[in-house]
Nanobody
């Protein structure tokens, strides 16, 4: 059973930085895309950034130039470096992993980590 565990969230002042990690365990097949989402109270979950197995990245416009996604395929881990944080970045951050097994895609989610940015 694939499990994802996020870490690195916390409370930070505006302008500060945090680095989130998401480690996948129980993985027996390749993880294609790993993605960070976030959900603020009363809002829909939104995509923050994604990275393919080959390193192709994609970012939401709201985080371009401030956040950087990376991954270590040997550790099945994805990272999100968040700089110049704003109060609007406050949310629960979730990662997911797209595992390809026999040409079938299965998405797994982590439990989320809280990021709070104070003004």
């Amino acid at each position: 059973q694939v499990q994802l565990v996020e870490s690195g969230g916390g409370l930070v002042q505006a302008g500060g930085s945090l680095r989130l990690s998401c480690a996948a365990s129980g993985v027996r097949f390749p993880i294609e895309t790993m993605t960070w989402y976030r959900q603020a109270p009363g809002e829909q979950r939104e995509l923050v950034a994604s990275i393919s197995r080959g390193g192709t990245t994609n970012y939401a416009d709201s985080v371009k130039g401030r956040f950087a996604i990376s991954r270590d395929n040997t550790k099945n881990t994805v990272y999100l470096q968040m700089n110049s944080l704003k109060p609007d970045d406050t949310a629960v951050y979730y990662c997911n992993a797209d595992v390809i097994q026999f040409f079938k895609s299965t998405i797994y989610w982590g439990q989320g980590t809280q990021v709070t940015v104070s003004s």
